[in-house]
């Protein structure tokens, strides 16, 4: 199993810029691919940033240039960087990860961009 903490969401202005760090545990970790996804209310979860198997990133047109996923295998953690955020970037953001047969998830943190 693979267990996933996110934290660092919070309130900001339009313009602002945030960090999510998500702290992933379990044995079958490393066997995996981390990302981010988020859903908006009345919205479907959507991809927002992830590692690919290739040992790339893939990102969301929409968050294209603005956001950065990162990560730090000698401590487990994935990152978000958010800059230039935006009204509509307010959504609850997940940490995935994704395994040959089974998915896990964080149990997400709210980000909300005012105005």
């Known amino acids: 199993q693979v267990q996933l903490v996110e934290s660092g969401g919070g309130l900001v202005q339009a313009g602002g810029s945030l960090r999510l760090s998500c702290a992933a545990s379990?044995?079958?970790?490393?066997?995996?691919?981390l990302g981010w996804y988020r859903q908006a209310p009345g919205k479907q979860r959507e991809l927002v940033a992830a590692?690919?198997?290739?040992?790339?990133?893939d990102y969301a047109d929409s968050v294209k240039g603005r956001f950065t996923i990162s990560r730090d295998n000698t401590k487990n953690m994935v990152y978000l960087q958010m800059n230039s955020l935006k009204p509509e970037d307010t959504a609850t953001y997940y940490c995935k990860w994704t395994g040959v047969v089974s998915d896990y998830w964080g149990q997400g943190t709210q980000v909300t961009v005012s105005s």
């Open positions: 379990g044995s079958a970790v490393r066997l995996g691919l």
């Open positions: 590692f690919t198997s290739g040992g790339s990133t």
